[in-house]
């Protein structure tokens, strides 16, 4: 069971209440049990008390006679005072009579004093507190059948068998005493575990900000706890993460921005170098005759068909990041589709006695598709482009398509070097080249596959490629089917923006 840092509190503070309130009265209760045979009435020590207060009360009442002469009466009481350390003092309702320390009146001179109760005729032989000593009783002197006096004895708790209210007292204390330091030794330790399940985390924090303020993302929290602080300190984690992830993507990015400027530089320069090269040849009549002359001009024609596709690639790809370009998804066979595109290319090999074969597989399926004719050519092409490309001597180039539902996946296979493990991930990176140098003699700028895969995914499709080095590739790339009816609510055509 997970317990939150508000139930959490609430127990705490419980704890502090109840368990020192819970310690006291349990010593308290123990001591009072231990306590109940010495304070019983009928318990051995108990009459020893009983039995104390009514000898010291026959001793004064049988010496009352000679209370007014002091060193008689202090001679008479000195066994039982030096016994049990009393201090006596005797009172009637006139004042003083005796003080075993010292201090007596005369009976001319009596004065009032208020330590007498009012209710002294009432006072029992059992012990009573009073409120001016918590070990000074109360005993009144009776001389034939008549109260006289009243004697107050103070008794010292440490001599038996008055020691027993001193346990008692201290028990009492010692309670409230313990229930104390169950409170502060609480206190110290709640405030040890709330350091460590809160402030410690708390602390991890506010050094961990930091170090994302000084640009230090490389570092990793320890805390682990279930609690709210751990969700927090996950979530403030996996925000470290991705902020080193977004930190790492852009200095990729400007990394690929540097580069892009480089074979931009470098792939534009040399088109333009080479129509340069061939114009200023035919300006100083190096090509006397007609035949050289259209070679040249065929030169500059192909250098500025390549130039023209690397600046097209340029500008599709721009507007695809800035989410300009428009596809326009319009339901269509899927066999119509395939056939219009893949026939004029079929015929260009047909006519063409190369050394690569063209192979379609066929019936090509027929399934409604939504598609933007022109953008889908593009991607078709440009894979075919590639495999014509890179394709080995003599291979053959294999064109298929067949259903997943609810896809329709398209295939171009060649059967040419392959493209390296190390490469395969990052063949869809824009201006990436895996072969640089074989690349170069084509007049690419490693913008294809980035614009075809911007092509597919707006369809809602993806695209992907298997290749093994030194057996061939094999791109494909998924179209979503849709039924019948779907494709006739299709009025008009959808926009879909990256």
Do not use: C
């Not at 602080?229 to 852009?250: E, P």
């Amino acid at each position: 069971m997970r317990i939150g840092i508000r139930l959490r509190f609430l127990l705490i503070i419980i704890a502090l209440i109840v368990l020192p309130i819970i310690v006291a009265g349990v010593t308290l209760y123990t001591t009072v049990e231990q306590m109940k045979e010495p304070l019983d009435p009928t318990s051995p020590e108990s009459f020893t008390i009983e039995k104390f207060n009514k000898e010291v009360a026959f001793k004064i009442e049988d010496e009352f006679i000679n209370i007014r002469n002091y060193e008689v009466f202090s001679e008479a009481l000195a066994p039982l005072i030096s016994k049990y350390q009393l201090h006596i003092r005797i009172v009637d309702p006139s004042g003083l009579l005796y003080d075993s320390k010292g201090t007596t009146n005369s009976s001319q001179d009596h004065e009032p004093i208020n330590e007498l109760p009012q209710n002294s005729q009432e006072v029992s032989w059992n012990h009573s507190l009073s409120s001016l000593n918590p070990f000074q009783y109360s005993v009144p002197i009776v001389v034939e059948g008549t109260q006289v006096a009243t004697a107050f004895i103070e008794v010292n708790p440490s001599i038996p068998p008055f020691d027993v209210f001193a346990e008692v007292l201290k028990g009492i204390l010692s309670s409230f005493a313990l229930g104390f330091f169950t409170l502060i030794f609480l206190i110290i330790l709640f405030t040890w575990y709330l350091s460590k399940t809160i402030l410690k985390p708390i602390d991890e924090l506010s050094v961990a900000t930091q170090k994302i303020v000084e640009g230090n993302l490389d570092f990793s929290l320890q805390y682990q706890g279930k609690d709210e602080f751990g969700k927090f300190i996950k979530s403030f984690d996996h925000m470290r993460n991705q902020l080193k992830a977004s930190l790492s993507k852009q200095k990729a990015y400007e990394q690929s921005r540097k580069a892009l400027i480089a074979s931009i530089s470098h792939d534009l320069r040399t088109p333009i170098s080479s129509i340069k090269g061939y114009v200023e040849g035919l300006q100083d009549g190096i090509a006397e005759d007609e035949a050289s002359v259209k070679r040249y001009l065929a030169v500059i024609h192909q250098k500025t068909e390549q130039l023209n596709r690397q600046i097209q690639d340029l500008f599709q790809l721009s507007q695809f990041d800035l989410g300009r370009l428009e596809v326009n998804l319009f339901p269509e066979d899927s066999q119509e589709v395939l056939e219009s595109i893949l026939k004029p290319y079929e015929l260009e090999f047909f006519y063409d006695e190369g050394p690569l074969k063209l192979e379609i597989e066929r019936p090509l399926p027929s399934v409604q598709i939504l598609v933007d004719r022109q953008r889908i050519e593009q991607v078709l092409l440009n894979l075919l482009s590639n495999a014509q490309r890179y394709a080995s001597e003599g291979g053959i180039i294999q064109v298929k398509a067949y259903l997943e539902k609810p896809y329709l996946i398209i295939s171009v296979a060649d059967h040419g070097p392959g493209i390296s493990q190390e490469d395969v991930p990052h063949i869809f990176e824009s201006f990436y080249r895996g072969e640089k140098s074989r690349s170069l003699m084509y007049g690419g700028v490693g913008l294809g596959l980035s614009i075809s895969q911007f092509i597919v995914e707006a369809h809602q499709g993806r695209i992907w490629v298997e290749s093994i080095e030194g057996q061939g590739s094999v791109f494909s790339f998924s179209l979503k089917t849709v039924s019948p009816k779907d494709s006739l609510n299709t009025a008009k055509p959808s926009e879909l923006r990256k």
